[in-house]
């Protein structure tokens, strides 16, 4: 069995270690020169957790993830005052086995390309065209520089894990364009050090406000503390995780909240900037030996923070799928797979969805309804269905 993922982030290099455990071969084709994740923080949550840990990462993961005390630790924009926070730690474990935890998405990359050989990885390789047949797919790539010779490729399948502007995609399926939210969303990382003492606890914090929220938590060991603002995008369109903005912008958008956020801003470097689109789930994920995974698939909005933990769930799938199939099953074995996932993740790509309404409800008796409804919650167990799916269940039968 050939696998040929293309896209070398989190959920492209989870398929290839998976895929390499079960006795495949699988070899990842990326089109930058290097790998690296531009985004910063990420919740790894018990679902994502569990697979890794099966895998051999669960160690490598707590060397530098920041193990949570608390989650949905939930602040007024005003005052900072505390109007919910969900303990974890052992109430994590006792419920799911396993803790919640945030890092830094270049960490999490690392530890992957640390546990694939160097031949599992091919880079300054960019996708132009896919064929095929009842029996192989031919690929053709570009080099990465102006100039270089095309080489071809075949392989039994194809997994497209090569994120929201997939260039696989096209192949199997026609999608509507995306919906504009009218949110954009600012993210930055501040030197623990420069911190507010508030913002260096392992406490992933949500401050609450009129029409925007403002979330953080520290990462890289605690070296670093992470910072995503969701505020109304005005004329910002643009769909990318590398464009800079403006740190003056984004200490204006809150610049009558708590002065402490102020003071985490200000110590800041530089921010990217993207807007942020609502995706429909897919009417289908594979064509014959080509088949989808992670954004790819199902892009969704960042707020149940489930992208990169849902792309784990279909690596886990995907590999379990395949290890039971041979060359000539391949294309079956890449339905059952698609059959397995794609109710599931197209379930919390639409539970992403308004999420935001709820958070930027301005002052007024809606607003004090909800705060005094946090005092009832809790969403560790409200979760369970996202913490605690196993996706080992759905492969009996």
Known sequence: MRVAIIGGGLGGLATALLLRQAGIEAVVYEQ?????????GIIVAPNMVRPLTRAGLGDRLADFAVRLEAAWELRRWQDGRVLFSQRMGAECRRLYGVDCYVAHRADLLAMLVE??????????????????????????????????????????VVVGADGIHSTVRPSI?????????????????????????????PVQTIWLGPGRHFVHYPISGG???????IVPSEDWRLESWTADGRLEDLAREFETWDPVLGRLIGAAAG????????????????DGRITLLGDAAHAMLPFLGQGACQAIEDASVLARCLEEATPRTAAAALLRYEEIRRPRASQVQLMSRGREVQNHLPD???????DAAFADGDPLTQNAWL????????LVG
């Not at 913490?387 to 759905?394: I, L, W």
């Open 32 to 40: 930058a020169a290097e790998l690296r994740e531009v985004g910063a």
């Open 115 to 156: 546990a694939l050989p160097p031949d599992a990885v091919r880079l300054n390789r960019r996708l132009t065209g896919l064929r095929q047949d009842e029996r192989e797919v031919e690929l053709t790539f570009a080099g990465g520089q102006e100039g270089a010779q095309e080489s071809t490729v075949l392989a039994d």
């Open 173 to 201: 399926v026609t999608e509507a364009p995306p919906r504009f939210s009218g949110l954009c969303a600012y993210r930055c990382l501040v030197p623990a050090d420069e911190a507010p003492e508030l913002m260096v606890r």
């Open 223 to 229: 070296r670093l503390v992470n910072v995503v603002a």
């Open 271 to 286: 921010t990217k900037r993207w807007a942020l689109y609502d995706r429909s789930p897919l009417e289908r994920w594979t």
């Open 364 to 370: 007024g008796p809606a607003q004090r309804e909800r």
């Open 387 to 394: 913490y605690g799916h196993e996706v080992e269940a759905d």
